[in-house]
């Protein structure tokens, strides 16, 4: 064999494994079998010769030294790229995350009622806020000179008056989408929560003139207070927590008689009414206030066009700004509406 | 209402060893909710929340009444020792037929009075029985005469007046409703202007003494002088009594008792009963004939009604016999009739209770509703086309709210009602908008007709925040003719960008919810040249643009808009098919071309899609000055280039420059 060749072959491979860093490897690669590379000579040099034996003991001998050549220049790369380069700077610190908005607590507040709601059956609807006196009223059996009817209590709207419903008001709570539901689906069975605006005039720290409500009902043959219990304290445990105790207390509404206010063991003196800092600010006597209830009331079915012989019912309304300050703990109900970020963001 | 009474009071009153924690729990499960106690000396007060129906607990006859029923209930042993409302009458006393007292009644103001004049009166401090009650309850003790017409009102729920006689001119006492102006100064050493129509005593010279139900007049009052006194037991007209005290802003313990109807049977214990605390502790003695006037009064009503619809209603059975003894320990009368049981209404419960419904309201709270079983309502299935209309258009309100507040929207709950100034600044016309005619504040005057206004004033409120996104999807209420406003429930967007930034989110939207938004010229009032019309689907949705100069002034930055029908966008929003669908093998090409006016991205693709029926869908890729760039998804004849074909009408028929190739 040619010495020449040899030794060459010899330092090449010496300059493999001797290669300061990664990019003199390749630089020394490509000078050996680039296409203008060292071999890419030999195999031209080699392709002239006109002896077949020298030709073909010298080609043998060029492709077992190529592949030694490659042997030794892939295993110094593999060096190479397993190193771990040293850093500078913390690793540790945090990413700067995209810039993310804010859903209103009271949006999610609705959605978790809805959701809830909707795994045993309720479907939602909506009705007017602005609305006849009628169905906010006289179909919920409030005459006209229930108190909740007068200028203290509820807004009134100047715009036009109806001969049959009488004048326009801001619905002062759902209800009134009970006797819209009943009159809508003629027949029951009804499963129906409301998720509305509504509006009285009030305006201090427990009260805003514009809040949200929750409406339940549920009208069927066979309806009965047991329904309304089984119902309300799932409603109670799937929202607040699995260890909340309900309990119905009597009340007074016109569309339900009998009427309940459903209360839950408070939440965070887990219904005891102290806690280590004495008593709790938040609930009276370890129970919390959720809201009214009760079972439709014989003359609302009647609006309705239903007959209270055949059918029975429940409902329910319940703020949602209410439910929400328990859950999320919102000392003061203005500032849900307030406009002010530094409210919007908190929730 | 809330009122305090001391445990005390109504232990004298009902015998039972029951403890003060138990007699909350178990009164607050069935009755009135006891919602805080009190330790004070030996005794406890109780904090009780009493629904506006039962005016007739909110004193100790009545929670005595209560707890006589509910108690038992849980097996405690109960006696009534003292029944105040049914122990006491007329007959009790003797009265001289003095005819020194003139009154002058309007039935339909007052329905009864009771009266009577009482003589040598000796004042002094009150028992250390009827001032620790008193302290406990949170009145303050004056004398012994003033203490008693409290005291009374405590355990009888009725309120009593009592007048110093000698400063009564001519012992006349007229009835009547008051004239808008008249003047009268009250107990509480402040003078109030009566709004009109309230219900108040003149006196014998024409002067005021008595603001009715809600304060004495101070010229009337029983000071250390007094000798003789007036005691006067009244009921009056509920709504009177509200009324005034809601527009005088004058209130009393009296007005919430009488503003929520009180029967006109109690006045006669209470009277009988005062007399006897008088006569006891003031000295007094009885000096006129009884004045009792009245019209007719209550005679029992009567319910029939089943152990079986009870038990219906309640949803578990419950015996005839539990029926009757619960009734009966409220105080109602109990016979059997036939297959029903007949119910007679007490007068304390003569006005809430009317129907067999009551009937059960009364058995199943004294039952227990802590009792009855927790039963999930039945499942139901109906099929709904409008429920399910609205229910995917909820969806899809979410899925678009998700999107936004993950990319940097903050979402705002505004009031419904806006502020002149509000409008004035979007130049809106406060005529066309639906007023508020009993309005709490100048802030909430008129039903929005746009979401703008609100974003905006929440951008000026919170101009320390930088590159602010609101948004808010809210209904808008647009007047109809003799209908009630058509409430259209609307997104509004309102962000600190540019207009093509807001397009791209709009676009995003759109992606989501399936459809496809175009945009038309047009000039909003409101807005800078750069403002558009938004159609989703080829149907007019809203608009969008920038605020004029003088708006972004006063927020301090570039401020761009979108309004948009919510029920416009999620009505275009179609179904996705995307299984088993095969997609064709479109040719895509772009065309550069110079935007000419008169031939807006809108007119121009739908120009070119109705020339040429081959194209499928044409695409915005960008725009460098008033250049555009448009992507052409075609499927033409083979071999042909619907692009070139593009171009040359474009630039024949339509006279646009295209950029060569």
Redesign the interface.
């Known amino acids: 064999m040619d010495s020449h060749i040899q030794s060459r072959l010899s330092l090449y491979a010496r300059s493999f494994e001797n290669a300061p860093s990664l990019d003199e490897l390749i630089k020394i690669h490509t000078e050996v079998f680039g296409k203008k590379g060292y071999f890419a000579k030999l195999f031209q040099t080699l392709a002239k010769e006109s002896d077949i034996d020298k030709k073909k003991t010298m080609g043998v001998y060029l492709n077992t030294e190529k592949q030694k050549l490659e042997q030794i220049f892939g295993a110094k790369q593999d060096l190479f790229l397993q190193q771990k380069e040293s850093i500078v700077g913390d690793v540790t610190v945090p990413g700067n995350g995209?810039?993310?908005?804010?859903?209103?607590i009271?949006?999610s507040a609705i959605?978790e009622i809805?959701r809830i709601y909707s795994r045993?059956?309720f479907?939602?609807?909506?009705y007017?806020?602005?609305?006849?006196e009628y169905f906010s009223f006289e179909a919920l059996n409030m005459p006209s000179?229930h108190?909740a009817r007068?200028?203290?209590e509820t807004?009134?709207?100047?715009?036009?008056v109806?001969k049959k419903y009488g004048k326009?008001v801001?619905t002062p709570h759902t209800s009134n989408g009970q006797v819209r539901e009943m009159l809508?689906?003629g027949k029951p069975?009804i499963?129906m929560i409301n998720i509305a605006?509504c509006?009285r005039?009030?305006?201090d720290v427990t009260h805003v003139?514009?809040m949200h409500q929750f409406e339940g009902l549920?009208i069927?043959r066979?309806?009965?207070?047991?329904?309304?219990?089984?119902?309300m304290?799932?409603f109670a445990r799937e929202f607040f927590g699995y260890d909340v105790k309900t309990?119905?207390?009597?009340?007074?509404f016109e569309f339900t008689?009998?009427?309940?206010?459903v209360d839950i063991s408070c939440i965070h003196c887990n219904g005891t009414g102290t806690t280590d800092k004495g008593k709790c600010r938040i609930c009276?006597?370890g129970w919390l206030e959720l809201g009214g209830s009760g079972?439709v009331?014989?003359n609302v079915l009647k609006a309705g066009g239903i007959d209270s012989a055949e059918y029975?019912g429940?409902a329910f309304g319940f703020g949602i700004e209410r439910v929400a300050m328990i859950k999320y703990q919102i000392d003061d109900i203005r500032k849900?509406?307030s406009?002010?970020?530094r409210y919007?963001?908190e929730g | 209402m809330n009122i305090l009474l001391p445990f005390s009071s109504i232990q004298r009153r009902l015998k039972t060893d029951i403890s003060v924690e138990e007699f909350?729990r178990i009164l607050?499960?069935?009755?009135p909710?006891?919602?805080?106690?009190e330790k004070v000396d030996n005794d406890f007060v109780f904090d009780i929340e009493v629904?506006?129906?039962?005016i007739d607990m909110a004193c100790v006859a009545g929670i005595v009444q209560e707890a006589n029923a509910i108690l038992p209930q849980f097996g405690k042993k109960v006696a009534i020792t003292e029944h105040l409302l049914t122990d006491y009458s007329f007959a009790d006393l003797d009265f001289p037929n003095e005819d020194v007292l003139h009154i002058e009644n309007d039935f339909s103001l007052s329905p009864r009075i009771t009266a009577v004049v009482m003589d040598d009166i000796v004042i002094r401090e009150s028992t250390a029985e009827i001032r620790s009650f008193l302290e406990k309850v949170g009145v303050r003790p004056i004398n012994n005469i003033v203490d008693i017409s409290n005291y009374l009102m405590y355990l009888f729920g009725q309120p009593v007046h009592i007048f110093d006689y000698d400063k009564i001119s001519g012992g006349t006492l007229k009835i009547r409703k008051s004239i808008k102006g008249e003047k009268i100064a009250l107990l509480d050493e402040k003078t109030y202007t009566l709004p009109g129509n309230d219900i108040v005593i003149e006196d014998g010279a024409g002067k005021l003494i008595d603001l009715c139900g809600i304060m004495g007049g101070k010229n009337s009052e029983v000071d250390k002088h007094t000798t003789r006194i007036v005691l006067f037991v009244p009921s009056y007209s509920k709504?009177y009594i509200?009324?005034t005290s809601?527009l005088t802003a004058a209130r009393s313990t009296a007005s919430s008792y009488y503003?929520k109807g009180i029967d006109t049977a109690r006045v006669e214990p209470t009277f009988v009963y005062g007399v006897k605390l008088l006569v006891e502790h003031g000295k007094a003695q009885v000096s006129s004939r009884l004045v009792d006037m009245h019209e007719t009064l209550y005679t029992p009503r009567s319910i029939s009604v089943t152990a079986q619809y009870i038990t219906?209603?309640?949803?578990?059975k419950v015996d005839e016999m539990v029926v009757k003894t619960i009734l009966s320990s409220l105080g109602f009368g109990v016979m059997h009739k036939d297959a029903s049981i007949q119910v007679t209404v007490p007068f304390w419960r003569q006005f809430?209770v009317f129907?067999p419904?009551?009937i059960?309201?009364e058995v199943?709270?004294i039952y227990g509703?802590?009792t009855?079983?927790?039963?999930?309502?039945?499942?139901?299935?109906?099929r709904?086309e409008?429920?399910r209309a609205?229910?995917e258009s909820?969806r899809a309100e979410?899925a678009i709210?998700?999107y936004?507040?993950?990319?940097?929207?903050?979402?705002?709950?505004?009031?419904?009602?806006q502020s002149l100034d509000m409008l004035s600044s979007f130049s809106s016309d406060p005529k066309s908008h639906?007023?508020?005619?009993?309005?709490?504040?100048e802030d909430?005057i008129y039903?929005r007709q746009s979401i703008m206004p609100?974003l905006y004033?929440?951008m000026l409120?919170?101009t320390q925040?930088e590159?602010?996104?609101l948004f808010e999807i809210?209904?808008v209420?647009i007047?109809r003719?003799?209908?009630?406003?058509n409430?259209v429930r609307t997104v509004g967007i309102l962000m600190q960008d540019t207009l093509t930034s807001l397009k791209n989110t709009l676009q995003h939207c759109a992606a989501l919810l399936n459809t496809t938004i175009e945009y038309k010229n047009t000039s909003i009032i409101y807005a800078t040249n750069e403002c558009v019309e938004v159609y989703c689907n080829g149907v007019f949705a809203g608009n969008a643009g920038r605020l004029l100069p003088a708006l972004e002034h006063h927020a301090g930055g570039q401020l761009v808009f979108a309004q948009i029908s919510w029920d416009i966008l999620a009505a275009q929003t179609r179904v996705k098919q995307t299984l088993l669908q095969k997609k064709p093998q479109y040719v895509i090409e772009d065309i550069t071309y110079k935007y000419k006016s008169g031939f807006e991205w809108f007119t121009l693709v739908s120009k070119l899609k109705g020339a040429f029926v081959e194209i499928q869908n044409i695409e915005y890729r960008d725009q460098y000055e008033d250049h555009v760039t448009m992507r052409l998804y075609t499927i033409p004849k083979k071999g042909e280039s619907m692009a070139k074909r593009c171009v040359e009408y474009m630039r024949s028929e339509l006279g646009i420059e295209v950029k060569a190739k």
């Open positions: 995209p810039s993310l908005g804010k859903m209103h009271v949006t959605e809805r045993i059956g479907y939602q609807y909506s007017p806020e602005v609305e006849w000179d108190p007068d200028d203290f807004f009134f709207v100047d715009g036009p109806s326009m801001l809508r689906v069975p499963r605006r509006y005039p009030n305006w003139p514009m549920c069927d066979g309806i009965s207070i047991q329904h309304l219990k089984g119902t304290s799932y309990r119905l207390r009597p009340h007074n008689e009998p009427s309940f206010e009276k006597s079972l009331h014989p029975s429940w849900l509406y406009g002010e970020l919007v963001l | 909350q607050s499960l069935c009755g909710s006891i919602e805080r106690i629904t506006t129906n039962r709504k509200r009324k809601m503003e219906d209603k309640i949803g578990e809430d129907e419904h009551d059960v309201e199943a709270r509703y802590h009855v079983k927790e039963v999930i309502s039945p499942f139901s299935l109906v709904d409008q429920v609205f229910e909820y979410i709210k998700t936004l507040c993950n990319t940097g929207f903050i979402e705002m709950y505004n009031y419904s009602m639906l007023r508020i005619t009993n309005p709490i504040s909430l039903m609100s004033k929440n409120d919170n925040f590159h602010l996104s809210a209904n209420y007047p003719e003799n209908d009630l406003p409430e």
